[in-house]
């Protein structure tokens, strides 16, 4: 995933998966479980291939949504997003589960946030979310995903609230921090380098200036893998009011600085 993701850090393929293989139940969907622990194990050609036969044999199974659903996953996962679209709609057409289709929204949602389809991303992720079946980890990230969506269309104020909610739940570590950082974030940034030592940010602020950029150094406290609050001393520079402007900036600054990235 590239830099508009930054703060994402929700391992959405096997979830996804593992939400949709609980609610295989009907007698004759064995096949369509093996396929969904192929997918869950990150061999996404078998599991569209899974679900290739059994919509082959089984036009008029009951199951069929989980199929086209398993199938539409597959397919966004190994980057085939026209496909994956169609089948996923179909799965949303063919369904009378309030979980699958809001998992395939959330899913349609996740294709349209990748390519920078901001609108599109929204829709979909609001339709999963009024679905109100999904368990409350899907909840915080889709509640995430809006409030990052908003913001990349320069919607800062909108955004608040759905970082709010996530910090509220405080139900998933790799996002109730990320979401105090950005609930009152105005703007996008470039980051050019973060440094747990204040001397090498100064340094790195130095070469910045002598390259015609205006650097800021400001510090952040993160938790660490064992639970440790440290002081991270960021690079950064600029002010952009949403994604396309703040790209336009870090394509600029790569030019003599390759590990500039986006940051709010």
Request: charged share 20%.
């Amino acid at each position: 995933m590239n830099q508009k993701s930054v703060a994402s850090s929700v391992k959405t393929v096997p979830l996804l998966a593992c939400l949709a293989l609980a609610g295989c139940t009907s007698a004759d969907s064995s096949s369509l479980q093996d396929g969904f622990k192929k997918y869950v194990a990150q061999q996404p050609v078998e599991s569209e291939a899974i679900a290739d036969r059994y919509l082959a044999a089984n036009p008029s199974a009951p199951d069929i949504d989980q199929a086209y659903y398993l199938r539409g996953i597959s397919r966004m996962t190994r980057g085939n997003r026209t496909a994956a679209a169609a089948d996923l709609h179909t799965a949303i057409t063919k369904t009378t589960r309030a979980d699958l289709r809001s998992k395939a929204y959330r899913a349609l949602g996740d294709m349209a946030y990748d390519q920078q389809q901001w609108p599109d991303a929204i829709k979909n992720y609001q339709a999963a979310l009024d679905n109100l079946t999904l368990d409350a980890a899907s909840v915080t990230y889709l509640n995430y995903r809006m409030g990052e969506t908003l913001q990349c269309q320069g919607e800062w104020t909108r955004s608040e609230p759905w970082f709010a909610r996530v910090v509220a739940a405080r139900n998933d570590p790799t996002l109730t921090d990320p979401a105090l950082r950005r609930m009152h974030a105005t703007g996008f940034a470039i980051q050019f380098g973060a440094f747990q030592e204040v001397a090498g940010a100064q340094a790195l602020a130095a070469q910045l200036r002598a390259a015609g950029i205006v650097p800021i150094i400001t510090n952040e406290t993160r938790t660490d893998a064992r639970n440790e609050a440290r002081i991270w001393f960021l690079v950064q520079s600029g002010s952009y009011p949403n994604w396309a402007e703040a790209l336009i900036g870090r394509d600029r600054a790569r030019a003599k600085f390759p590990a500039a990235m986006i940051v709010p």
